[in-house]
């Protein structure tokens, strides 16, 4: 099983950037696919994006489609979460989670990190 801790969240204007990265630990990173979830209060844990266990088949939510770009880096570890256009409603803890398969729903999801927290102002 996977440790993961996110990193890179903050407070950013409303059309600004970030990126997200996800740091693993523990064996055979490389043969999860991995995805990133978002939770604002009030809401439920939603699907953001997920990639394979290569890094392929980036699969994405609507409501973040051609804004945001998830990557996979098996050699360092890593998965970032490219995030341009951002919005107030993106607001959010995003979350990296570790998958035997592939899918957008989160209780597929074994390993999760602690989550880091998002803030887009108007």
């Known amino acids: 099983q996977l440790q993961l801790v996110e990193s890179g969240g903050g407070l950013v204007q409303a059309g600004g950037s970030l990126r997200l990265s996800c740091a693993a630990s523990?064996?055979?990173?490389?043969?999860?696919?991995m995805g990133w979830f978002r939770q604002a209060p009030g809401k439920e844990r939603e699907f953001v994006a997920a990639?394979?266990?290569?890094?392929?088949?980036?699969m994405y939510a609507e409501y973040v489609k051609g804004r945001f770009t998830c990557s996979k880096d098996n050699a360092k570890k890593q998965l970032y979460l490219q995030m341009n256009g951002l919005r107030p409603e993106d607001t959010a803890v995003y979350y990296c989670a570790s998958v035997h398969g592939f899918g957008g729903q989160p209780k597929q999801y074994g390993s999760w990190g602690p989550g880091t927290q998002v803030t887009v102002s108007s």
């Open positions: 523990g064996r055979d990173f490389s043969a999860y696919s």
């Open positions: 990639v394979d266990w290569n890094g392929g088949n980036p």
